[in-house]
Protein backbone atom coordinates (compact mmCIF):
# COMPACT_ATOMS: atom_id res chain seq x y z
CA UNK A 1 0.00 0.00 0.00
CA UNK A 2 2.58 2.64 0.91
CA UNK A 3 4.33 1.64 -2.98
CA UNK A 4 1.53 2.49 -4.36
CA UNK A 5 1.54 5.97 -1.89
CA UNK A 6 4.93 6.78 -3.29
CA UNK A 7 4.28 5.08 -7.09
CA UNK A 8 0.79 7.33 -7.43
CA UNK A 9 -1.49 5.20 -9.79
CA UNK A 10 0.86 4.18 -12.00
CA UNK A 11 1.40 0.16 -11.22
CA UNK A 12 4.59 0.56 -13.69
CA UNK A 13 7.78 1.53 -12.38
CA UNK A 14 10.45 2.85 -14.42
CA UNK A 15 13.67 2.26 -14.01
CA UNK A 16 15.34 5.64 -12.79
CA UNK A 17 12.91 8.18 -13.66
CA UNK A 18 9.34 8.89 -14.29
CA UNK A 19 9.77 9.28 -17.79
CA UNK A 20 9.27 5.95 -20.24
CA UNK A 21 11.33 7.35 -23.10
CA UNK A 22 14.13 7.69 -20.60
CA UNK A 23 13.67 3.99 -19.57
CA UNK A 24 13.94 3.03 -23.13
CA UNK A 25 16.90 4.59 -23.86
CA UNK A 26 18.18 3.22 -20.28
CA UNK A 27 17.24 -0.63 -21.65
CA UNK A 28 19.08 0.04 -25.18
CA UNK A 29 22.06 1.33 -23.27
CA UNK A 30 22.38 -1.76 -21.09
CA UNK A 31 22.10 -4.15 -23.86
CA UNK A 32 24.89 -2.27 -25.86
CA UNK A 33 26.96 -2.50 -22.64
CA UNK A 34 26.11 -6.57 -22.26
CA UNK A 35 26.72 -6.50 -25.81
CA UNK A 36 30.43 -5.01 -26.12
CA UNK A 37 31.81 -7.20 -22.97
CA UNK A 38 30.56 -10.14 -24.57
CA UNK A 39 32.32 -9.44 -27.62
CA UNK A 40 35.19 -8.43 -25.65
CA UNK A 41 34.69 -11.76 -23.15
CA UNK A 42 34.56 -13.47 -26.70
CA UNK A 43 37.73 -12.19 -28.31
CA UNK A 44 39.70 -13.39 -25.43
CA UNK A 45 38.18 -16.59 -25.13
CA UNK A 46 39.12 -17.28 -28.44
CA UNK A 47 42.83 -16.12 -28.06
CA UNK A 48 43.16 -18.32 -25.22
CA UNK A 49 41.93 -21.41 -27.01
CA UNK A 50 44.30 -20.65 -30.12
CA UNK A 51 46.87 -20.54 -27.69
CA UNK A 52 46.43 -23.83 -26.02
CA UNK A 53 45.52 -25.53 -28.87
CA UNK A 54 49.11 -23.99 -30.30
CA UNK A 55 50.71 -26.43 -26.89
CA UNK A 56 49.14 -29.38 -27.15
Known amino acids: M ?5 V ?7 LTT ?3 RVSILQIILIAMD ?4 MMFYLAVE ?6 ESKEV
Not at 2 to 6: G, H, K, M
Not at 46 to 51: A, G, I, P, Q
Request: glycine fraction near 8%; charged fraction near 30%.
Open 34 to 37: ILIC
Open 18 to 20: GSI
Open 8 to 14: GDNPVVF
Open 46 to 51: KKFLND
Open 2 to 6: RLRRL
